[in-house]
T-cell receptor, first 111, second 113 residues
Framework: EAQVTQNPRYLITVTGKKLTVTCSQN?????MSWYRQDPGLGLRQIYY???????DKGDVPEGYKVSRKEKRNFPLILESPSPNQTSLYFC??????????FGPGTRLTVL | AQSVTQPDIHITVSEGASLELRCNYS??????LFWYVQSPGQGLQLLLK??????LVQGIKGFEAEFKRSQSSFNLRKPSVHWSDAAEYFC???????????FGPGTRLSVLP
């Protein structure tokens, strides 16, 4: 089954404790991206990647890092999480930049 | 910067009534436009998309949308709403020359029995 998976689905952590949210797709898509969703703001793009070793900033990249060492994986790294990064995070992938397939979401709470 | 606006934050309709959700995009080259739906606690599902050609596009679940260049709009419609349509709806624009997807703020739809 074609899908985008994210782990963990729920995470509660404390300020400053490094964390990684994994994202994996099995559709051989070149393009992957990360979004955060906050009430009243819709989804805002954090980072995107057009292919292996090619990443670029989206609209709200501050406080986040990404890497794309393999085509199928695109982890999101928070080196020093802060409470304002409490949000719902979505990973997505697409081929040839057409419609995106979204993962199920990761709800992150930073205390 | 490219932007997408959805003027209605929350809409309530009765089951069986018609529905129109508004979406406007900022001026630019012919955009790629999408509507996604997010049910409570769920991920996002693509309803329909417009790239070029026929300006009236049909999607899943009985939805359709019409691209109107003169109004910079891409409104979503459904002739008869079902209770299961209660969800949040996002209009999305893709930059014609790049990879950046821009989401509107969303419209939350409530359906009365």
């Amino acid at each position: 089954e074609a899908q985008v998976t994210q782990n963990p689905r729920y995470l509660i952590t404390v300020t400053g404790k490094k964390l990684t949210v994994t994202c994996s797709q099995n559709m051989n898509h070149e393009y992957m991206s990360w979004y955060r969703q906050d009430p009243g703001l819709g989804l805002r793009q954090i980072y995107y990647s057009m292919n292996v070793e090619v990443t670029d900033k989206g609209d709200v990249p501050e406080g986040y890092k990404v890497s794309r060492k393999e085509k199928r994986n695109f982890p999101l790294i928070l080196e020093s999480p802060s409470p304002n990064q409490t949000s719902l995070y979505f990973c997505a992938s697409s081929s040839s930049s057409l419609d995106e397939f979204f993962g199920p979401g990761t709800r992150l709470t930073v205390l | 910067a490219q932007s997408v606006t959805q003027p209605d934050i929350h809409i309530t309709v009765s089951e069986g009534a018609s529905l129109e959700l508004r979406c406007n995009y900022s001026y630019g080259a012919t955009p790629y436009l999408f509507w996604y739906v997010q049910s409570p606690g769920q991920g996002l599902q693509l309803l329909l998309k417009y790239f070029s050609g026929d300006t009236l596009v049909q999607g899943i679940k009985g939805f359709e949308a019409e691209f109107k260049r003169s109004q910079s709009s891409f409104n979503l419609r459904k002739p008869s709403v079902h209770w299961s349509d209660a969800a949040e709806y996002f209009c999305v624009r893709r930059d014609n020359y790049g990879q950046n997807f821009v989401f509107g703020p969303g419209t939350r739809l409530s359906v009365l029995p």
